[in-house]
């Protein structure tokens, strides 16, 4: 599959891209300015707005170019004892500050204007062990594949290349086999934590247990996470289909995606993928792609049958490894400026229909926005896959019920800041009035995944009242000073 192919089938081709140049660097706040000096005298390397590579790291290696902001410094950390420092500085000069993983996140997640920016690329150790994997927060997914596959293994965790390790496995993960083997955050057996007064802990199943838990879907609530060991697989080969849909074929596509949803086996095979629908608002042409893996060598995959039957464009079965399925998936960094919404609903393949054309026909009010890029993707959470949790004597946050879901969300690129708020309206009103038909028809589910919603929405709302509660306290007794509410800036925060 070549990279071009892999780009379109992603949505992500052909969305015109604007470069920001971060002229306007905002003044530091006090805090941050008293963080930033005491870092560059106690560490190499801080980085400051006249330093060359100031752009690279504010800017350059955000997904969203919404992502870029203007910190007064940025710090890479090298090590877990330099992050411990780092938060006893923060706490003493009351700076605020954000963490950069993978910077796959939206907007307003991981970036700060005039605070302190941790950004995590230099804690990249891996370490392969017989049946787990040690690694820093510094690293991407396919860092993850790439160095188990010598060892014919693999770890539960992103789709695409790129994403990071953290960000993902701290809110969930949505990955192929997630029938078989839960979500990412239920295969991570350990995390080392930097807490808000800067004290270092090894959460586990047996150690600061109710940490443990909080730390399966509780994002970034609770302190910096400088290692994950992760669950592996043995799965030396995968088997793989990547499928096109012309337009036609599309009430078929998404009536496969919700059958793939309503599978509820007791041994199930582990099986998955990413389907989305790509609409060009300006040549009316709609096409949907499925790309699918499958554990083991039998070619076609079995599990996509229903997708095989569908008249395709393209269709091409291979047989491979995780690593090489990742190498072309790429997300491109800085390709545009970037909108999701999500909603979640039961399986019903004619009301998922009628939302795909709903969106279809909405996309034409917003048709003159420059380098407009509207995807309608679904995630699907099965059945078996809530019920790893429900088993495993660890649950998560979530607490899912083990019955098919399916996650609609649209994702909408555009070029220009001038279109931010028209964007965010348009999205946002889409996605709640198709919501509402939904609760009407008694088919919607308050579940909101924190990688598929946009900034305006709050997925804490639909996680149940007691695990919110429960997280809550665990929140007071590892962050009594509230650090990584007050001041740690971004993403989903857990209310008060
Ligand atoms: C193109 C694309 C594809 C995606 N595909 C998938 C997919 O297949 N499956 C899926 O589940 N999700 C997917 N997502 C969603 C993705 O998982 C989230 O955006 C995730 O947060 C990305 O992790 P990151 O480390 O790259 O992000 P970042 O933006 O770096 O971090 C995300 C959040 O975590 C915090 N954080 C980062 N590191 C740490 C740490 N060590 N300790 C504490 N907090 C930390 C950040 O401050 C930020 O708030 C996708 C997103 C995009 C844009």
Not at 67 to 94: I, Q
Not at 201 to 213: C, E, G, N, R, V
Not at 382 to 411: C, K, M, Y
Request: glycine share 8%; net charge neutral.
């Amino acid at each position: 599959m070549n990279l071009f192919l892999s780009l379109s089938l992603l949505g992500l081709a052909t969305a015109s891209s604007s470069s920001n140049s971060l002229t306007d660097v905002v003044t530091p706040q006090k805090g941050a300015s008293c963080a930033c000096k005491r870092l560059s005298r106690t560490f190499d390397g801080v980085i400051f707005p006249k330093n060359a590579s100031y752009t690279e790291q504010a800017a350059d290696k955000y997904w969203d170019i919404r992502a870029d902001l203007s910190p007064a410094c940025v710090f890479l950390p090298a090590s877990a004892d330099e992050v411990s420092k780092a938060m006893s500085l923060f706490n003493s000069c009351n700076a605020q500050f954000a963490v950069r993983g993978g910077g796959h996140m939206n907007a307003r997640s991981n970036n700060i204007d005039g605070g302190v920016l941790v950004a995590l690329e230099k804690l990249n150790d891996i370490q392969v062990k017989k049946d787990t994997v040690e690694v820093g927060p510094g690293l991407t997914w396919y860092d993850v594949y790439s160095a188990l596959e010598p060892h014919g293994r693999v770890a539960i965790g992103g789709r695409l290349k790129t994403i990071g390790v953290p960000g993902l496995s701290l809110i969930g993960g949505f990955h192929y086999f997630n029938s078989k083997y839960g979500y990412a955050m239920d295969n991570v057996v350990s995390y080392d934590v930097v807490l808000g007064n800067g004290t270092q802990i090894t959460a586990t199943k047996s150690s600061h247990k109710d940490l443990f838990w909080a730390l399966k879907g509780g994002a970034n609530n609770y302190g910096l996470v400088t290692k994950f060991t992760l669950r592996t697989y043995d799965m030396p080969k995968v088997s793989t289909t990547i499928q096109v849909y012309n337009e036609s074929g599309i009430p078929d596509f998404l009536n496969a995606v919700c059958d793939m949803a309503l599978l509820d086996e007791k041994d199930p095979i582990a099986a998955g993928m990413v389907a989305s629908v790509q609409y060009n608002a300006t040549t009316k042409v709609t096409s949907a792609s499925v790309l699918g893996v499958q554990e083991g060598i039998s070619k076609p995959p079995s599990r996509f049958a229903n997708f095989s039957a569908i008249p395709a464009t393209t269709r091409i079965n291979n047989v491979t490894t995780m690593k090489q399925w990742a190498t072309d998936l790429d997300s491109p960094k800085q390709m545009f400026r970037v909108m999701f919404s999500h909603k979640t609903m039961k399986p019903d393949a004619e009301v998922l229909v009628s939302i795909y054309k709903a969106w279809k026909d909405a996309v034409d009010q917003i048709a003159d926005v420059e380098g407009l890029y509207p995807t309608f993707v679904t995630n699907v959470a099965s059945a078996p896959a809530a019920r790893v949790a429900l088993t495993n004597g660890v649950g998560n946050v979530w607490g899912l019920e083990d019955t098919g879901h399916i996650l609609w969300q649209f994702s909408t690129g555009w070029a220009l800041a001038q279109d931010d708020l028209r964007i965010e309206a348009w999205s946002r009103q889409l996605a709640e009035s198709l919501h509402a038909i939904n609760v009407e028809k008694g088919i919607a589910s308050e579940f909101v995944y924190m990688g598929d919603a946009g900034e305006w929405q709050d997925p804490f709302a639909g996680i149940p009242k007691e695990n919110v509660a429960r997280m809550k306290e665990i929140r007071s007794s590892y962050d009594p000073e509230g650090v990584f509410s007050r001041l740690n800036w971004g993403g989903f925060k857990l209310g008060l």
